[in-house]
Every structure is written in structure tokens, then in C-alpha cells.
């Protein structure tokens, strides 16, 4: 979730921050005497679009290693991180990727993630937490996990269709906008938003259709989650890959039980905070990804 989470803020904000750029540089070819070009502004969205998805795919290793001050093994300075390296080392060639960089970083809680703009320069993480608290073979299954996201590809896949949700995000946002523009020029003869009111209406439309955005890249990442367990099940073996995930559901039922006041912040709740859940939740629920796990050993 972190990697999403990271990923997704950094390129609403490049794409935001372009919006803006561009807009103040007078470089909109789509605005014309007559309104807008519709051909024009689809391409000129799909480039900054891409771009967009482009530039945060290219700085997600220094995002990632920045936000959660995660700290790369250059050289092991104790048995613990020799294993960690070791491990990756042998889990990569098993996948037939080269070694990615291998990172610690400072969190109780047990978690790991993998980015990086290509399946051969790419950055593994594991936190502080879980090294502690998971037996040997639990690790080793959620690094094949990671390792699993790498070897799939899944940082490029998500930034193709990141770009394409870009493009429809700000291609839809200057349509509202220059909507907004015709109706209030109709009504009070020639005002019209004027340029700030009218990046206002773009910003505030780009956020609204980013959320709605979000809703696509959190479906492809729950897929995308269910092929990194069966990866991880190849690699690290499936008893394993499905212990590692038990162990997660208990420390996520424990995390559930704490009082209110120990929990993570949640401004939901009910029926509520379970729609926004299935929605915008990066993760399937960890009993779904056990069951496809299981059902999966069973077949074979």
C-alpha cells in the first residue's frame, strides 16, 4: 500500500504542478477563438498525462527510500542484514532479475515493499518490525512476495495505465472548467472565471476525477496482488507464502483490538468505511489472498 500511496500522490501533484505551469506560460494549444480543440486537448493531455505517470515512476525509488528513511545495505554490518542479501540475491536469480538494491527501514509494524522504474534496477524494503517479529522462512516468503512484484513488472504496468487515467483526469477537468467558463460569460455578459477562477475549476476537477482515478489503480493493484502471492509461492514455497500471511492477519486482528485512541487514524466507519475499503484499498482482504492460495495448492 505504501508504494501506491506514494505513487499516486506524486503524480497527482506533477500533474497538478504542470496544470498550473502550463497554463501560466500560455502553452494550451487546444484554446482556440471558437472554444476548445478537442483533438488538440487530447493530445496535449495524454503527453502531460504520461508524463506525469513518467516522472513519478523515474523518482519512486528516491521517493520511497526518502518518505520512510529506509536505509540500503551497501555493506552488511550484521548476520541479520548477510541473510537479507543473500536472500534477495537468491530469490532475484531464481525470478531472472538482477539484484535490487535491498533496504531496512525504521517501522514497527511489519511490512515490505518493492519499486522501481524497471524489473532490473529496482529496490527492495523490509521493515524493522517484521524482521523481528516473522520466523526466517515467513521473511523470506514476503521478500519473494517483493520479488514477485518485480518480476511481473507491475511498476510499469501501473504507470502505462496511470498515464491513460491522466489523460481522461485532465482531458474531463478542462472540459468542466471551460463549461463552467461558457455558462458564467452567458449569464453576466462577457465575465466569464478569468484565469485564476478558471485554474481553480481545473485543480479542483483534477482532484475530484483523480479520486475517481484512484478507484481503477486500486482494482489493478489487488489483482496485481493476488499474481505477487503466486509468485511468492513459487519462489519461497506456497505453506510458506500462506504462513506469511497469517501472520499478517493476526497482527492486523491484534492492531483491530486495540483501543481507539492506539489505532490508526480513520475518519469512517460502519458500512461506510467498508465501501471506501473495498474501493479504494490496495490489498484484497488477507483471507481472500489465503483462500487463492490454498484453492491454488489444492488444484495442482
Known amino acids: 500500500m505504501m508504494r501506491i500511496l506514494l505513487f499516486l500522490a506524486t503524480n497527482l501533484a506533477v500533474v497538478i504542478v504542470a496544470s498550473i505551469t502550463l497554463r501560466i506560460l500560455g502553452v494550451e494549444p487546444y484554446l482556440n477563438a471558437n472554444g476548445l480543440n478537442m483533438n488538440s486537448l487530447l493530445i496535449f493531455c495524454f503527453v502531460i498525462g504520461m508524463a506525469g505517470s513518467l516522472v513519478s515512476l523515474f523518482i519512486s525509488k528516491w521517493m520511497a527510500k526518502r518518505s520512510t528513511q529506509a536505509k540500503v545495505i551497501e555493506q552488511p554490518s550484521n548476520a541479520t542484514e548477510q541473510w537479507l542479501l543473500d536472500t534477495v540475491g537468491e530469490l532475484a536469480r531464481d525470478a531472472g532479475i538482477k539484484m535490487p538494491e535491498v533496504a531496512i527501514f525504521p517501522a514497527q509494524q511489519s511490512n515490505a515493499f518493492a519499486t522501481g522504474w524497471n524489473r532490473n534496477d529496482a529496490l527492495v524494503a523490509v521493515s524493522a518490525g517484521l524482521l523481528e517479529r516473522m520466523r526466517p522462512e515467513e ?5 519473494a512476495h517483493e520479488i514477485g512484484h518485480v518480476a511481473n ?3 510499469v504496468t501501473l504507470t502505462l495505465i496511470q498515464g491513460v487515467l491522466n489523460t481522461f483526469v485532465m482531458f474531463f477537468a478542462r472540459i468542466v472548467a471551460q463549461l463552467v467558463d461558457s455558462f458564467l460569460r452567458r449569464d453576466d455578459d462577457g465575465g466569464g472565471l478569468g484565469f485564476f477562477g478558471y485554474m481553480a475549476v481545473v485543480v479542483v476537477a483534477e482532484i475530484v476525477f483523480g479520486l475517481v482515478a484512484s478507484v481503477v489503480v486500486a482494482w489493478f493493484s489487488r489483482f496485481r496482488e493476488y499474481r505477487a502471492d503466486a509468485a511468492g509461492a513459487k519462489l519461497a514455497g506456497n505453506g510458506a507464502m500462506i ?17 481507539d485512541t492506539l489505532t490508526a487514524f480513520a475518519i469512517t466507519s460502519g458500512q461506510t468505511r467498508k465501501l471506501m475499503e473495498r474501493l479504494f484499498s490496495s490489498h484484497p482482504p488477507l483471507d481472500d ?7 491454488s495448492a489444492y488444484r495442482e
Do not use: S, W, Y
Request: aromatic share 0%; glycine share 6%.
Open 153 to 155: 513488472g507491475d511498476m
Open 243 to 259: 504462513n506469511a500471511l497469517g501472520r499478517l492477519k493476526a497482527e492486523t486482528q491484534m492492531q483491530d483490538q486495540m483501543p
Open 289 to 295: 489472498r489465503i483462500r487463492a492460495l490454498k484453492e
Open 139 to 143: 521473511t523470506r516468503a514476503v521478500l
